[in-house]
């Protein structure tokens, strides 16, 4: 895939998607079911995204030795 291909594609999925999904909500298009699940989703991405970066941020101390006992 070429540069620009690979550009669209992440305006696309970071600011047109979200935005007409927003604006779906805020015009009341969309049912109530789907805002609420939209809302969950958010709100699971987010943990995940918090907890696993803290993870992988620990993982990598602990594969480095940061927590060892080499005084």
Known sequence: ??????????????VVIPLAVLLGIWADILPQSVQVAIGLM?????????????????????KNGRYSNKS
């Open 1 to 14: 895939m070429s540069d620009l291909t690979k550009m669209l594609g992440v305006l696309v999925i970071t």
């Open 42 to 62: 958010g709100v699971i991405l987010a943990i995940a995204y918090i907890v696993g970066g803290n993870l992988l941020l620990m993982w990598s101390d602990i």
